[in-house]
């Protein structure tokens, strides 16, 4: 069973107690198991592992407490997450305008991140590059929409215009992993 950060967790809880109906998040602490809310108790620590099937449940209890289609819930936190944690692990790229820079460090920071499976980085271009997520645990289609919306607010942040974020495969949909190719201009 695979671990995922705090933080992961930490970008769903932050979302639905920022909605603008604060009974959301009420709900969503009721929609959720005993189990889960041991686990995440009183606080998540962003830095602490969790088990990923813990960030499964909240995601599904989110979107069944949501009248609000589950691709646009997980693409906003998404970029909600980029915008929030983009000043504190990649403030130099975005301040140098520099999309590679941003996702080569991801690659170093992913395992501080995210800890789920691995990234791989490849950059094919000035303005475009090769990104590969293998996991090691049955990935679910939100956590994918996540993903990608975060790299493409990312990339936004460091100046790139007219983000291209193409899948090539997923491994929520039976691909072997899930592969992107990204451009953007400017």
Same mark, same amino acid.
């Given at each position: 069973m695979s671990d995922i950060r705090g933080l992961m967790i930490h970008s769903r809880l932050d979302y639905v107690e920022n909605l603008p109906d604060r009974k959301h998040y009420q709900r969503l602490l009721q929609h959720l198991s005993e189990g889960m809310r041991q686990s995440i108790g009183e606080q998540v620590f962003l830095t602490n592992s969790y088990a990923f099937s813990l960030l499964k449940e909240l995601d599904t209890a989110i979107g069944e =407490?949501?009248?609000?289609?589950?691709?646009? +819930?997980?693409?906003? =936190?998404?970029?909600?997450?980029?915008?929030? +944690?983009?000043d504190q692990y990649f403030f130099n790229y975005a301040q140098s305008k520099n999309p590679?820079?941003?996702l080569s460090q991801i690659e170093k920071l992913y395992p501080y991140l995210c800890n789920l499976g691995q990234y791989f980085y490849?950059?094919?271009?000035q303005k475009s590059a090769h990104l590969k997520f293998s996991y090691d645990e049955d990935i679910h289609k939100p956590y994918c929409w996540f993903i990608q919306s975060f790299l493409q607010t990312g990339i936004e942040i460091c100046s790139g215009e007219k983000v291209i974020l193409k899948e090539i495969q997923c491994e929520a949909d039976d691909g072997e992993s899930c592969m992107y190719e990204v451009s953007w201009s400017k």
């Amino acid at each position: 069973m695979s671990d995922i950060r705090g933080l992961m967790i930490h970008s769903r809880l932050d979302y639905v107690e920022n909605l603008p109906d604060r009974k959301h998040y009420q709900r969503l602490l009721q929609h959720l198991s005993e189990g889960m809310r041991q686990s995440i108790g009183e606080q998540v620590f962003l830095t602490n592992s969790y088990a990923f099937s813990l960030l499964k449940e909240l995601d599904t209890a989110i979107g069944e =407490i949501l009248n609000t289609p589950m691709e646009s +819930i997980f693409r906003d =936190i998404g970029r909600r997450s980029a915008n929030l +944690i983009m000043d504190q692990y990649f403030f130099n790229y975005a301040q140098s305008k520099n999309p590679q820079g941003f996702l080569s460090q991801i690659e170093k920071l992913y395992p501080y991140l995210c800890n789920l499976g691995q990234y791989f980085y490849q950059k094919t271009d000035q303005k475009s590059a090769h990104l590969k997520f293998s996991y090691d645990e049955d990935i679910h289609k939100p956590y994918c929409w996540f993903i990608q919306s975060f790299l493409q607010t990312g990339i936004e942040i460091c100046s790139g215009e007219k983000v291209i974020l193409k899948e090539i495969q997923c491994e929520a949909d039976d691909g072997e992993s899930c592969m992107y190719e990204v451009s953007w201009s400017k």
